[in-house]
């Protein structure tokens, strides 16, 4: 089973990264939003890139609007904002991974260029498809060792920016726990809440962690 267009399977590793992202090991994800995000005004515009350049920044976000692909479940990563999300970690959290991100990016459109004729982020999604199997297979050239690391790392991340808790920069307007059904942050549970959860029929939440001054905030 490939990445493309596999919703369940991002689902079931989406479900693992919220239970990181929304516990105490959150604090090691990246730099938080500056920012309040639930329980108030709808949050701002996704702020510009800081930390890559304007090329690198328009290729990770063709990449990861395939990795996770918005369609008739609803809204993907590039919504999710998981894009930014990276580029603001890079900055602190993922901030040993910025080289690995520049040469892999470099590398990942040069090959799509060799390979199907255009720059990544200007191809067909079949192609972008096809270029990003290569990737995730080992298969493509350019590569400072094995692309399929590259593939991963930038996979993981993105299931990060896409199903942690929005309080980091990602997970915009809450479309990744929409996309996986969870309910939201909750310090308690009724008897009642658990038969709704289980039915699937929990009215979602839609709290950070961050909102509840139970969690201890990571420093800014």
């Given at each position: 089973m490939t990445f493309i267009?596999?919703?369940?399977?991002l689902k079931r590793?989406?479900?693992?990264?919220?239970?990181?992202?929304?516990?105490?090991?959150?604090?090691v994800v990246a730099r938080p939003f500056q920012g309040r995000v639930?329980?108030?005004?709808?949050?701002?515009?996704?702020?510009?890139?800081?930390?890559?350049?304007?090329e690198e920044s328009n290729i990770l976000e063709a990449v990861v609007a395939r990795l996770i692909p918005s369609d008739e479940l609803g809204p993907g990563a590039k919504e999710a904002g998981a894009a930014h999300y990276i580029d603001r970690a890079l900055g602190s959290a993922l901030a040993a991974s910025r080289q690995a991100y520049a040469a892999g990016l470099a590398a990942?459109?040069?090959?799509?260029?060799?390979?199907?004729?255009?720059?990544?982020?200007?191809?067909?999604?079949?192609?972008?498809?096809?270029?990003?199997?290569?990737?995730?297979?080992?298969?493509?050239?350019?590569?400072?060792?094995?692309?399929t690391a590259f593939f991963n790392m930038v996979l993981n991340h993105t299931h990060q920016g896409t199903f942690g808790d929005p309080y980091y920069g990602g997970n915009a307007n809450f479309v990744g726990w929409d996309l996986i059904g969870y309910p939201g942050v909750r310090t308690m549970v009724s008897?009642?809440?658990?038969?709704?959860?289980?039915?699937?029929?929990?009215?979602?939440?839609?709290?950070?962690?961050?909102?509840y001054e139970a969690f201890t905030k990571a420093q800014r």
């Open positions: 267009s596999r919703r369940d399977l590793a989406g479900l693992l990264g919220v239970a990181a992202a929304a516990g105490s090991s959150v604090d639930a329980g108030g005004p709808e949050r701002p515009a996704l702020q510009q890139f800081g930390n890559l350049t304007s990942l459109d040069r090959y799509a260029q060799a390979s199907r004729g255009d720059a990544f982020a200007r191809l067909s999604t079949m192609d972008q498809d096809a270029v990003l199997l290569d990737v995730e297979k080992g298969a493509a050239t350019g590569f400072s060792g094995s692309s008897a009642a809440d658990q038969k709704e959860l289980e039915a699937s029929g929990l009215k979602p939440n839609r709290k950070s962690a961050y909102d």
